[in-house]
């Protein structure tokens, strides 16, 4: 059974960089096939996807985030992360990781973490 | 960016009864479209994908229906653990590759 679990601080200052981690467990990331996802949620408010990377380390990226984000992959600990720069209020949300099978039409997302709230404050 | 809106926002049924609930695009995502199910305090959880296929574990009263612009997510006979919001979310693969999420529509007991 895959297990996808978020980590990283819950509290992050204005202008600083949010740093989270997806550990993946129960299923190699590197052994290709999926798409891995970071997700946010503001409370009370829909999803909003922030981009993914595939195991040969390509990214895509939500346009409209694109020149703060960055995510990366290793797949020595089986982890993906999230670097988000310049963090506002408008940030604040909880942060989902989530795994998509890779094919040329949307397959959804199967798995994801339990989800960790995030909040942006001085 | 192709917007995703769901209705009605809020939709009360009995249990027992059949709920149904409507996402539209506004722009075409063929069948690109995937339904989730979230509960308070919980990840969504994938119901459908490619429109209609049910996913992995989900009960034969979920169905999905529609393509293109216009879709529907039907619960035949509503359970007492139904009772959640739901949203719709569409995949884009032309340049950007994008996904977009419905606002939700909670589904509450009448």
């Known amino acids: 059974q895959v297990q996808l679990q978020e980590s990283g601080p819950g509290l992050v200052r204005p202008s600083q960089t949010l740093s989270l981690t997806c550990t993946v467990s129960?299923?190699?990331?590197?052994?290709?096939?999926?798409?891995w996802s970071w997700i946010r949620q503001p409370a009370g408010k829909g999803l909003e996807w922030i981009g993914r990377?595939?195991?040969?380390?390509?990214?895509k990226y939500n346009p409209s985030l694109q020149s703060r984000v960055t995510i990366s992959l290793d797949t020595s600990k089986n982890q993906f992360s999230l670097n988000l720069t310049s963090v506002t209020a408008a940030d604040t949300a909880v942060y989902y990781c989530?795994?998509?099978?890779?094919?040329?039409?949307?397959?959804?997302?199967?798995?994801w973490g339990q989800g960790t709230l995030v909040a942006v404050s001085s | 960016e192709v917007v995703m809106t769901q209705s009605p926002a809020t939709l009360s049924v009995s249990p027992g009864e059949r709920a149904t609930l409507s996402c539209r695009a506004s722009?075409?995502?063929?069948?690109?479209l995937a339904w989730y199910q979230q509960k308070p305090g919980q990840a969504p959880r994938l119901l459908i994908y490619?429109?209609?296929t049910r996913a992995t574990g989900i009960p034969a009263r979920f169905s999905g229906s529609g393509s293109g612009t216009e879709f529907t997510l039907t619960i035949s006979s509503l359970q007492s653990e139904d009772f959640a919001v739901y949203s719709c979310?569409?995949?884009?693969?032309?340049?950007?590759?994008?996904?977009?999420f419905g606002q939700g529509t909670k589904l509450e007991i009448k």
């Open positions: 990377i595939y195991t040969r380390g390509s990214t």
């Open positions: 979310q569409q995949y884009t693969n032309w340049p950007p590759v994008m996904y977009t």
């Open positions: 129960g299923g190699s990331i590197g052994s290709g096939g999926y798409y």
């Open positions: 722009q075409s995502v063929s069948y690109n």
């Open positions: 989530a795994r998509e099978e890779a094919a040329a039409y949307g397959e959804g997302f199967d798995y």
């Open positions: 490619a429109a209609s």
